[in-house]
């Protein structure tokens, strides 16, 4: 079976390599490239999360710097995913995001982070509820990104007005929401019912269960339904502690990643192709649904700001054993057996 090469829209980090940490280097990236690369994965956002403007300053410098002297950076990653800091601190919203950086949703902070980093901010997420929230939204698909809805409280309203001023996608749907909500009026259901958003999903069966995964997806539709890791260091790697935006995660031998300090999820340690293997498993899609959700589906939602700012993707391909196992991966003129 050939396919395209898979795309993570939302990764933090891979294979040991925190991709929030300013001593990233161009081999330190190229070693997490070529783990995801083994996973199928031959286009990614590296993601940024939530801190105070001058950490996301050195932070993206240190990123870029990796991104644009190594070997894979170039071919794989066209841009990069701000995740906050415009999200609700809430707590159950906030997540493992660290509340006290988050701000109101200020698009010069943005435009400042771009003018000292080469690749382009292609992706925000936000709470559109916040203060500037709808302003901010309109601001950035005026300036060609993308913005996806997350960590956020909206009720239905306030996410119909979010995809009137152009928001288009929801940030891991179901996620970076507290354990209790109001029965019908809350952001979850406010944010499937929006047929203008792309629902993005982590599939790996401890973000949510797969009864509720499937539930999720029959809701929004397989066309308006996508596939992210939310991975950080600790995917593709053993059980053990591992750094993440400044904090320290710890992996379970059964894949859940936590804060050290607390019971809360922190990432995940996900690989895109079990993504792709459990809605088969779990009999949620067909093989070809689920590589379309992780694969085509993102790179359609891609396409137009890519284009805006210029940049081209190399052609991709992937093969597929009859056991959904990633056999041969090409991008450009990088080709690798498995």
Known sequence: MITKGLVDIQVNGFAGVDFNDPGITPETLDLALEAMLAS????????????????LEVRFMALDRAVRESRLGPLMCPGYHLEGPFLNPADGFS????????????????????????????????APEIHGGLEFIKAMRASNRL??????????????????????????LGNGLPQILPKLDNPLFAQLAEDRLLATFIADGIHMPPYVLKSLIRAKGFERSALVTDAVAAAAAPAGTYPFAGMQVDRSEDGVVSQSDSSGLAGS????????????RWNIATFEQ???????????????VLEAHGVSLALSELEWSQSMNVTRVRIGNEERFF
């Open 40 to 55: 199928g994965v031959t286009t990614c956002l590296p993601t940024i999360i939530t801190a105070h403007r001058d950490e």
């Open 269 to 280: 340690s996900l690989c895109l192709d079990d993504a792709v293997r459990n809605l088969v």
């Open 290 to 304: 689920a590589v379309e959700m992780a694969s085509t589906r993102l790179l359609q939602a891609l396409a137009p």
């Open 147 to 172: 913005v996806s809805i997350g960590h956020s409280s909206a009720d239905n309203h306030i996410i119909a007005a979010a995809a009137d001023a152009g928001a288009g996608l929801s940030t891991h």
């Open 95 to 126: 997540g493992c995001h660290p509340a006290n950086a988050m701000t109101a949703a200020d698009p010069a902070l943005v435009t400042a982070l771009q003018e000292i980093i080469e690749r382009p901010i292609l992706l925000v997420t936000v």
